[in-house]
């Protein structure tokens, strides 16, 4: 009931509901056909999104050259700590030198932490 008494304040508030009273609104929004509504919705959304979008890649400009090896003085950490470390080492090498482009440090689709990690990863 509190759902549906949002839907209406809102409907109220956007002007869609102006001449329908509270019965009314519930009984077209709120009842048995609106919930049967909902699901043949909630059906036509489960067919269409049966796959995983595709990730989005981002390449690295050509200037960013990233480590193949962890770094020494990280090397009695933990793998991922040692691999964080590295990383950052080298995403202020690339900053200062000001050859990142675009690039930054965590990014829709991939930004330099992913592209170094990954590259370390690969590198093993």
């Not at 950052?88 to 991939?110: E, R, T």
Request: charged share 35%.
């Amino acid at each position: 009931m509190k759902e549906c008494s949002t839907k209406y304040q809102a409907a109220k508030g956007d002007g869609s509901a102006k001449d329908k009273k509270w019965n009314d609104f519930r009984a077209k929004f709120c009842g048995a056909d609106a919930a049967a509504a909902d699901k043949e919705d909630e059906a036509d959304v489960a067919k269409t999104t049966d796959k995983e979008p595709e990730k989005a890649t981002t390449a690295a400009p050509k200037s960013v050259k990233f480590p193949k090896a962890i770094d020494k003085k990280y090397s009695s950490e933990a793998p991922a700590k040692g691999r964080l470390h590295t990383c950052v080492d080298a995403y202020h090498a690339a900053k200062d030198a000001g050859s990142l482009g675009d690039l930054k440090w965590i990014q829709k689709g991939g930004g330099y932490w992913s592209l170094c990690n990954s590259s370390i990863k690969a590198a093993g």
